[in-house]
């Protein structure tokens, strides 16, 4: 005989799942074998107070079990139905759907705590359909299907759904439409605005092409620096200040023969120095 606790949740093969919310703790055994076969205790332990629990009893047989389901645990929304398929092989016992902590249901009564339930029994095909329609949020919790002394439990789940999940959805996408539009409104600015800029920019640079281009006919006179006379309104620069002297010095030619001597002008020494002077540009 296993004995495990919350306080060990997880030892071999054996599981224990507390779920306070619903007041349920959940006790898995895998890989059963027919040693499994035994009667357990499933019991709480209270503080100043007796423990209460219940006793199971666990037949593990070959071949198909006794009382299955397909799932055993359900997810639906708010507004919507969940179908449970309960086979159950050769036993021919009453069939009957049930809420822990409530009552039961019957393929005759049709109702569970007020709920409207729908029970289908086939036996051809020995497994029994029970429907629940119109869920709430108070549906949640863990039934099980009964065939006679046979048990499998069920947990169903009903979350938030319906039209405010359709509203929900609705309303984000209107966020993501909105946040587009924003982005390419600002991208539509940006580029405007730099192509603007650039306009400007070429504009000015043309502008300012024009106003440094000089005349053509002065830019000749300053480009040489040499202009003949003093321009208009500039005062004459002091003798020496802007002008450089050179001087070449001539040498002197030999007379040819000696003939020449007698008839030939006597060179001026003078005359061998050519001065020549350079204006130069006065620069402000």
């Known amino acids: 005989?296993?004995?495990?606790?919350?306080?060990?949740?997880?030892?071999?093969?054996?599981?224990?799942?507390?779920?306070?919310?619903?007041?349920i703790f959940t006790v898995t055994i895998n890989n059963l074998?027919?040693?499994?076969?035994?009667?357990?205790?499933?019991?709480?332990?209270?503080?100043?107070?007796?423990?209460?629990?219940?006793r199971v009893n666990l037949s593990v047989t070959d071949g198909p079990p006794g009382l299955s389901v397909d799932k055993q645990e359900?997810?639906?929304?708010?507004?919507?139905?969940?179908?449970?398929?309960?086979?159950?092989?050769?036993?021919n016992k009453p069939k009957t759907w049930c809420k822990i902590g409530g009552s039961c249901a019957s393929e005759k009564s049709g109702g569970l705590d007020g709920r409207p339930v729908l029970i289908r029994d086939d036996t051809e095909n020995k497994v029994f359909s029970v429907t629940m329609s119109g869920l709430?949020?108070?549906?949640?919790?863990?039934?099980?299907?009964?065939?006679?002394n046979l048990q499998i439990p069920v947990h169903i789940t009903v979350k938030q759904g319906?039209?405010?999940e359709k509203r929900s959805s609705l309303v984000q996408l209107a966020l993501y439409v909105g946040l587009s539009l924003l982005v390419l409104l600002l991208v539509i600015i940006i580029t405007w605005k730099v192509r603007d800029k650039h306009?400007?920019?070429v504009a000015g640079g043309q502008n300012l092409g024009r106003t440094l281009n000089p005349d053509p006919e002065y830019a000749v006179i300053d480009r040489t620096g040499i202009s003949e006379g003093d321009p208009p309104g500039q005062t004459p620069e002091e003798p020496g200040a802007d002008?450089?002297?050179s001087s070449i010095v001539l040498p002197v030619l030999e007379q040819v023969s000696s003939g020449c001597?007698?008839?030939?002008?006597?060179?001026?020494?003078?005359?061998?120095?050519?001065?020549s002077s350079v204006t130069l540009k006065h620069r402000e």
């Open 1 to 23: 005989m296993y004995s495990h606790s919350t306080d060990f949740p997880q030892e071999g093969k054996v599981s224990v799942r507390d779920d306070p919310d619903q007041r």
């Open 33 to 54: 074998t027919a040693e499994d076969s035994d009667r357990y205790w499933c019991g709480v332990k209270r503080s100043g107070a007796s423990d209460v629990g219940d």
């Open 74 to 91: 359900v997810m639906r929304v708010e507004g919507g139905s969940v179908s449970v398929q309960c086979r159950y092989g050769n036993n």
């Open 136 to 148: 709430e949020r108070k549906d949640t919790g863990w039934y099980w299907c009964a065939a006679g």
């Open 162 to 164: 319906g039209d405010n």
């Open 199 to 201: 306009k400007k920019n």
């Open 243 to 245: 002008v450089t002297y």
């Open 261 to 275: 001597s007698s008839h030939c002008p006597a060179v001026n020494p003078a005359s061998d120095v050519i001065y």
